[in-house]
């Protein structure tokens, strides 16, 4: 009989979002005639951008012809999407980099965990917490950690706990360490971190000679033209940094599935006999070896998103959803509920009332508004007693979401 991989085993809960799911199914069926309102897992609910839609429809036109049809494209992707990424979304921050060096993929949640592939199981691994689960639950899955204690930190893991006394930014690890996860805008706290902390962090990567994994999938949400969009506006950022970027967010596309990331040519590793060997090498390889690349169509549709037409239209999506934030922010302070974000990113991280639990404030929420969000403690141990609130949602349902908390809490 095959053996399974018994790290899966270790993994002490399901997966943050299922678990929700079967909550709210559980509910519902109970309650059939409840309009819930999900403010839970972040989906978008806007449509795709006119012009992003224009060049998705064109493109499967473009399948049914013998001169334009596209078999296999290159695995890292088309050139005319990675050029129109570092024309539009990198050289106005005053980033170069070469085509060489950007991998379009079906989504920043695989690259995270594909990542792994071309770093050695030995690796000192830092995580923040509370943060998106998946970078923990990864690390887990292909053997890096032993068990989990009580609190729910694994062994050979170095947490970096976020919380209000440090503003959600995790302090420098005071042992070395080999790889850094950070993720800004934050989520789940949607909160950010200033070109001076970021420069910390990038002072710290070279000279521990460690490599940060930096998750940039919300950065277009950012509004405060002093945040950094991306690590590689820190001098030596490109030394020591590996990028990944999502279009399911900044253009609707969780569904349609595309992302990139971006590994500077510049970021080294060793080898077990101490060679430097190129990370940007291993992931082509990997990439090579392991994707067919995103589909030609979805590239089409991304490129768009990078037109003067497609980002326009795109920025108004965006801004409807920051309005969103902006309602669930002021209509919770006007409730008595301490929060953070949502002021550059989706998110709304909330001190749950009453000293309620994370569980029990959604089972409140649930129950007594038949609104949804995520627990803080899903995110990690220092989650307990925090709620986060998603700004992907229809407009009127945030409105009525907000009234019934808002009542609720009274």
Known sequence: MAKINDNYLKLKAGYLFPEIGRRVRAFAEANPSAK???LGI??????LAPAVLKAFHDAVDDLGTTDQFAGYGPEQGYDWLINAIIEK???PLGVS???SEMFISDGSKCDCANILDIFALDNVVAIGDPVYPVYNDTNVMIGRT???NEKGYYENIVYMPCNEANNFIPALPTQKVDIIY??????PTGTVASKAELKKWVDYANANNAVIFFDAAYEAFITNPDIPHSIYEIEGAKKCAIEFRSFSKTA???GVRCGLVVVPEEVMGTTTTGEEYSFNKLWLRRTTTKFNGASYPVQRAAAAVYSDEGWKQTKEIIDYYMENARIIREGLKEAGVTCFGGVDAPYIWLKTPGNLTSWEFFDKLLNECNVVGTPGSGFGPSGEGYFRLSAFGHR???IEAVGRIKKNLK
Request: aromatic letters at 10%; a neutral charge.
């Open 146 to 148: 032993g068990e989990a």
């Open 42 to 47: 972040g989906d978008v609910t806007r449509p």
């Open 182 to 187: 950070l993720c800004f805008p934050n989520n």
């Open 36 to 38: 819930v309102i999900r």
């Open 396 to 398: 009127e349902n945030v």
């Open 252 to 254: 609707g596309f969780t």
């Open 97 to 99: 980099l070469c085509t």
């Open 89 to 91: 979304s990198y050289k």
